[in-house]
Each structure stands twice: as C-alpha cells, then as structure tokens.
C-alpha cells in the first residue's frame, strides 16, 4: 500500500515538472485584422489577442513602416491595457502611399510578431462644406490641409443611435483631463475610454467608441469648440436636421461636471456628468 502510494506521489510530481517544462516555452499569439476607417492620413487596425502563453503580458502593440515586416526599430504604437481585441489608430500617414503593418507582442517567453497587413492609403481628398463626407455624416470643418494629421470633419445628426438621453460620465467622477480646442475631441474620447472602468455602457464616450457606420468606427464626441463649429456651420444654416437644445461636449469642466452647449442661443453651460443630454458623433479625416 505504502509502494502504492509512493509511486503515485513519483508519478505526480514527474507529471507537474513535465507540464512545468511545456509551459515555460509557450509563446503567445497575437492576430492583426483587416484594416477600417482608411483615409488619406490615418486607419484603423484591430488587434486581437489569441494566447498569453506563459508568464502573462508584458507588451503588445503594432508597428508599421514603408518596408515588409516592419519590427521594433519602425514605428510602434503600443496598448496599454495588454489584453483581448484593441483597435489601434495610426495618425499622420502619407496620402496614396503603402505601408506594411504588424502586431506584437511580447511575454516572459519571448517577442511574437503577427500576420502583415498591407495598407494603400487614399488620394487627398476634396471636398467642401455641407458635403457628405466618407462616414455619411456632413462636412462641417476643413482645416485647408493635413498638417494636423487630418483635414476635414464629419457630423452625423439623427444617424446616431444615442443622439438622445446619452450621459456623459455613470458612477464614477474622475478627471481626465480634457481639452476644448479644436481637434482634441478624439483625444479626450480616447483617455475617457482608457480612464473609464464604468459598466453601463449608456454613457456618451464610450458608445461612439461602439458605434460604426460606412465602415467607419472611429467616431467621437466633438470638443466644447468642435462642438460651436457644427452649431454655426450645420445648425444655424438648416444643416443636417439637428433639433435646439443642449448638447454634450467631450470637454470636462472638473471631475464632477462637464460642458455643454445650448443650440438654441449658443450660452455654454455645466451639468453633471451623470445627467443625459443630446450626443453628435463626429469624425475626423
């Protein structure tokens, strides 16, 4: 009973030094999926985690360059939070040029490179205010060229889903440190979601984050500033069917209130975050 059990306990141990061995040259696995939102100076990519393989996340990212198999001595963009599908936006390309892009990442292992994705670029654009833009929203700000890294903006009025009764902030009151000016309504979307740990996924930034239309995901709520550009250019001249009332900016006025913005008088006002108000989805391109 007792050679029984001694080789048992033998068998397990080999087994558990056996798995031990197996698990320390896992690698993990990471895949890029098909390019969204292309323009002449920017796109989206998603990457979608596969396998931790051993030892957990220690980065991940992607890379691009104008040459194959871009690595990390090319242009990197990592994710900070190291886990599940991230949709990577890379900003300041080239029009009508190619780039090849890669994801990576990286564990106590060793450093994983995924599929390429070769991108083409589009021609600049051209177009003109109250057009529709390649999102189907209206054009409402053309900055003359892309030394931003974008030139034109779209508006989507009633499109939007959560144009009505969308809040700004559920439960918690962070600060996040927003911007007003013009162009950094993307920003301020962008480290509401990274900041955000809310479950009610009613509030206004982290839906437009969800939402897609045309192919396009990378709609955000415009800054206080972005947001008096589409009141003047689109609402005072009977574009886009937006109704008078108050609207929601992506600018916070502290951790507990943000700015909004009246329509019907152009007064700017603050509200607490928790209370809904009309939400416009914009983009940049």
């Known amino acids: 009973m007792k050679l029984s059990t001694s080789i048992a306990l033998i068998f397990i141990i080999l087994v558990s030094v056996s ?15 098909s390019p969204e939102s292309l323009s002449p100076v920017r796109v989206t990519l998603q990457s979608r985690l596969i396998q931790d393989g051993t030892g957990g996340i220690l ?10 198999n871009p690595d990390m001595d090319d242009q990197v963009d990592e994710d900070p939070r190291l ?31 995924s599929n390429e994705i070769v991108i083409e670029t589009q ?3 051209n177009y003109v205010l ?15 060229n892309y030394e931003s890294g974008w030139r034109y903006m779209e508006a989507i009025p009633f499109g939007n889903p959560y144009y009505n009764n969308t809040f700004w ?3 918690q009151f962070i600060p996040i440190g927003t911007s007003s000016i013009i162009g950094s309504g993307e920003i301020n979307s962008y480290r509401y979601n990274q900041k955000n740990r809310a479950i009610n996924q009613q509030s206004s930034m982290q839906v437009l984050a969800n ?13 206080l500033n972005e947001l008096k550009e589409i009141r003047e250019k689109l609402f005072l001249n009977d574009q886009g069917g937006f109704e008078s009332g108050l609207y929601w900016s992506s600018t916070e006025m502290d951790d507990m209130k943000g700015w909004l913005l009246n329509f019907s008088n152009g007064q700017i006002s603050s ?15």
């Not at 936006?89 to 892009?101: A, D, R, S, W």
């Not at 390649?134 to 003359?144: E, K, V």
């Not at 509200?271 to 940049?284: F, M, P």
Request: charged content about 20%; proline content about 6%.
């Open 59 to 68: 980065n991940r990212g992607i890379t691009w360059s104008l040459q194959p």
């Open 271 to 285: 509200e607490y975050k928790t209370r809904s108000n009309k939400v416009i989805a914009v983009r940049l391109f």
């Open 130 to 144: 109250f057009d529709k833009g390649p999102g189907g929203g209206l054009i409402f700000l053309d900055m003359g």
């Open 83 to 113: 886990y599940g599908a991230y949709d990577h936006k890379i900003f300041g390309l080239q029009p009508n040029t190619t780039y090849y892009v890669r994801a990576f990442v990286q564990n106590t292992v060793g450093l994983v490179f």
């Open 123 to 125: 021609p600049e654009a």
């Open 169 to 171: 902030f559920d439960h």
């Open 211 to 223: 939402f897609k239309q045309n192919g396009y995901k990378d709609w955000f709520l415009p800054s």
């Open 19 to 33: 798995c031990t061995e197996n698990e320390s040259v896992i690698l993990p696995e990471i895949l890029l999926e």
